[in-house]
């Protein structure tokens, strides 16, 4: 349960007409709340702003959203309780509904969902989440992790209003909320996008040019997202909702663009791509699968020749490391990229603790960071891998079905490591003891 308080708790009239951006202190609450508390909060709320409807009525849409924009995002006073992120389904096990493809409990291992290959458990991402919500609870701006696409179901209740950016609109996007939106913020806090906690209304982004979609979701009906495209919303009363991430083959390219996105950000992401294709194509997943898995074993055997001209020791990863995060393997101390298939270390001895050395692993594109180290007396160069050279060779293979994409792909596809070299020299260092501290979200 978390509640958005833009100031306190009372009156309840619109202060302003015009719809200007805002954000959210959501201040996490793990008191226990029923269904029948959240709804009579939602039912004092709606009688509070519009006291001339009687007996439960609903608002009209068109109410609701000039509420939300005009009267919520100006100086009025709000609280509002989403009791979100809840893990569950409210989907039966068995049954028409339950066994059916649609289910959210199954979709996300759907044999086409390249999320199935994800071996461990992510609530909200491979198991469902369950949101309960009230008048104007809402969620902010946001692409989902990895760009992933996502899919929400109304159970039951009130509508929600929906906005969405296509993903051919995301940088576009980025533009408006950084120099119209929250110029001063993001000056402060150049993650204060990934926070989804600030909304910004539609109209400024039309303003801008930037096209905006909006949909009113129905109990019974599924909203989809698409992978980076931005949306937000609000409930209109008492609801029920639930959510899940899945992944075509079409996703792929925008699994690259959120590799570079994360390392820019010098952030831990949520899924190992390369884990993730590398299990694809040992099943055959799909023609795009098999292109996907082409790409990564150049750029990895590229890089890996780089080293080993540098002179660096090598040798296979042991079974700590091929285990490490559930299988994923170490983040990058400089970009937090998780090296599923190798990594660079000075020296060879993998003790850490109190008594040995800090945990300090590379990427291969930041192994040159370590190499200054070996300069001081640091030990050898290290290269440790998962596979060998030939294993990762023989990994492509033709897939089961043809290229079947039906998502319009980014404009520009980076290369493997290459781009995100470049976002992450530009992006500000953090200090080294932050990322050491930063864990697998699960
Ligand atoms: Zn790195």
């Given at each position: 349960?978390?509640?958005?308080?833009?100031?306190?708790?009372?009156?309840?009239?619109p202060?302003?007409?015009?719809?200007?951006?805002?954000?959210c202190?959501?201040?996490?609450r793990?008191?226990?709340?029923?269904?029948?508390?959240?709804?009579?909060?939602?039912?004092?709320?709606?009688?509070?702003?519009?006291?001339?409807?009687?007996?439960?009525?609903?608002?009209?849409?068109?109410?609701?959203?000039?509420?939300?924009?005009?009267?919520?995002?100006?100086?009025?006073?709000?609280?509002?309780?989403?009791?979100?992120?809840?893990?569950?389904?409210?989907?039966?096990?068995?049954?028409?509904?339950?066994?059916?493809?649609?289910?959210?409990?199954?979709?996300?291992?759907?044999?086409?969902?390249?999320l199935?290959?994800?071996?461990?458990?992510?609530?909200?991402?491979?198991?469902?989440?369950?949101?309960?919500?009230?008048?104007?609870?809402?969620?902010?701006?946001?692409?989902?992790?990895?760009?992933?696409?996502?899919?929400?179901?109304?159970?039951?209740g009130?509508?929600?209003?929906?906005?969405?950016?296509?993903?051919?609109?995301?940088?576009?996007?980025?533009?408006?909320?950084?120099?119209?939106?929250?110029?001063?913020?993001?000056?402060?806090?150049?993650?204060?996008?990934?926070?989804?906690?600030?909304?910004?209304?539609?109209?400024?982004?039309?303003?801008?040019?930037?096209?905006?979609?909006?949909?009113?979701?129905?109990?019974?009906?599924?909203?989809?997202t698409?992978?980076q495209?931005?949306?937000?919303?609000?409930?209109?009363?008492?609801?029920?909702?639930?959510?899940?991430?899945?992944?075509?083959?079409?996703?792929?390219?925008?699994?690259?663009?959120?590799?570079?996105?994360?390392?820019?950000?010098?952030?831990?992401?949520?899924?190992?791509?390369?884990?993730?294709?590398?299990?694809?194509?040992?099943?055959?997943?799909?023609?795009?699968?098999?292109?996907?898995?082409?790409?990564?074993?150049?750029?990895?055997?590229?890089?890996?020749?780089?080293?080993?001209?540098?002179g660096?020791?090598?040798?296979?990863?042991?079974?700590?490391?091929?285990?490490?995060?559930?299988?994923?393997?170490?983040?990058?101390?400089?970009?937090?990229?998780?090296?599923?298939?190798?990594?660079?270390?000075?020296?060879?001895?993998?003790?850490?603790?109190?008594?040995?050395?800090?945990?300090?692993?590379?990427?291969?594109?930041?192994a040159?960071?370590?190499?200054?180290?070996?300069?001081?007396?640091?030990?050898?160069?290290?290269?440790f891998?998962?596979?060998?050279?030939?294993?990762?060779?023989?990994?492509?293979?033709?897939?089961?079905?043809?290229?079947?994409?039906?998502?319009?792909?980014?404009?520009?596809?980076?290369?493997?490591?290459?781009?995100?070299?470049?976002?992450?020299?530009?992006?500000?260092?953090?200090?080294?003891?932050?990322?050491?501290k930063?864990?697998?979200?699960?």
């Open positions: 349960m978390r509640g958005c308080r833009r100031c306190g708790c009372g009156a309840a009239r202060a302003s007409r015009t719809a200007t951006p805002f954000t202190s959501f201040v996490p793990y008191a226990k709340y029923t269904i029948a508390q959240l709804r009579s909060l939602d039912s004092a709320l709606r009688e509070e702003v519009w006291p001339e409807l009687s007996g439960g009525k609903l608002p009209d849409e068109g109410q609701v959203e000039r509420w939300f924009w005009e009267g919520l995002a100006s100086e009025a006073e709000a609280r509002i309780l989403y009791s979100s992120d809840l893990e569950g389904t409210a989907f039966p096990e068995s049954g028409t509904y339950g066994e059916h493809a649609w289910s959210l409990a199954r979709l996300a291992n759907h044999e086409r969902s390249l199935r290959f994800v071996e461990y458990s992510i609530p909200g991402v491979n198991a469902p989440m369950l949101y309960f919500g009230m008048l104007f609870s809402m969620f902010c701006w946001h692409v989902e992790d990895n760009y992933m696409y996502s899919v929400s179901y109304l159970h039951e009130a509508p929600k209003t929906w906005y969405g950016v296509s993903p051919a609109n995301a940088s576009e996007f980025d533009r408006v909320f950084k120099t119209r939106g929250f110029p001063d913020q993001v000056a402060a806090d150049p993650q204060l996008l990934l926070k989804k906690s600030s909304m910004l209304p539609p109209s400024l982004l039309l303003e801008e040019g930037v096209p905006v979609s909006r949909v009113v979701q129905r109990p019974g009906q599924f909203v989809v698409l992978p495209a931005y949306h937000a919303g609000f409930s209109h009363g008492a609801n029920t909702a639930e959510a899940v991430n899945f992944m075509l083959a079409d996703w792929l390219p925008y699994a690259r663009l959120s590799m570079a996105a994360y390392r820019a950000l010098r952030r831990e992401p949520v899924l190992d791509i390369e884990q993730l294709v590398v299990q694809a194509a040992l099943d055959s997943h799909s023609a795009e699968v098999e292109h996907e898995a082409q790409d990564l074993v150049a750029e990895e055997l590229r890089l890996r020749r780089q080293l080993r001209k540098s660096c020791v090598e040798q296979l990863m042991e079974p700590k490391d091929r285990l490490y995060a559930l299988g994923r393997g170490p983040p990058c101390f400089v970009c937090g990229h998780v090296c599923h298939l190798s990594f660079a270390q000075l020296g060879v001895d993998r003790s850490h603790g109190t008594s040995h050395s800090p945990r300090t692993e590379a990427c291969l594109l930041h040159a960071e370590l190499a200054e180290g070996a300069a001081e007396g640091g030990g050898p160069l290290t290269l891998t998962r596979y060998d050279d030939a294993w990762l060779q023989q990994l492509p293979r033709r897939g089961k079905y043809a290229a079947s994409a039906t998502l319009q792909p980014p404009a520009e596809v980076p290369r493997y490591h290459s781009v995100a070299a470049l976002a992450a020299l530009a992006a500000p260092k953090p200090s080294g003891e932050k990322l050491k930063q864990k697998v979200r699960r």
